[in-house]
Nanobody, 117 residues
Framework: QIQVVEFGGGLVQAGGSLRLSCAAS????????MDWYRQAPGKERELVAV???????TYADSVKGRFTISRDNAKKTVSLQMTSLKPEDTAVYYC???????????WGQGTQVTVSS
């Protein structure tokens, strides 16, 4: 029912900025908490940022002060503005949601972010 797709990844130098976006279809987008995860080669997928239906946000300690998550319910999109990027931020970034009352996790296909030193 719900589908999400990410776009906006690319190659940037350390200290640079990049904005990722996620477009959703199906379901009731405005009711869902939306998340960004990332996974680096050989590492576990980790939670990066969360935004709830009432626009409260949570960030991983590693990205606090550098990343900002936002949403546009009219366009059914969620974005991740990344600044002061570090090589450690290199990963595939995934958009994700698990609606309340639904045991299914919905994932995007992922978009590659590479930060060079």
């Amino acid at each position: 029912q719900i589908q999400v797709v990410e776009f906006g990844g690319g190659l940037v130098q350390a200290g640079g900025s990049l904005r990722l976006s996620c477009a959703a279809s199906g379901g009731i987008f405005s009711a869902y908490t939306m998340d960004w995860y990332r996974q680096a080669p050989g590492k576990e997928r980790e939670l990066v940022a969360v935004i709830t239906r009432v626009y409260t946000t949570t960030y991983a300690d590693s990205v606090k002060g550098r990343f900002t998550i936002s949403r546009d319910n009219a366009k059914k999109t969620v974005s991740l503005q990344m600044t002061s990027l570090k090589p450690e931020d290199t990963a595939v970034y995934y958009c994700h949601t698990q609606p309340v009352g639904d045991g299914v996790h919905y994932w995007g296909q992922g978009t590659q972010v590479t930060v060079s030193s």
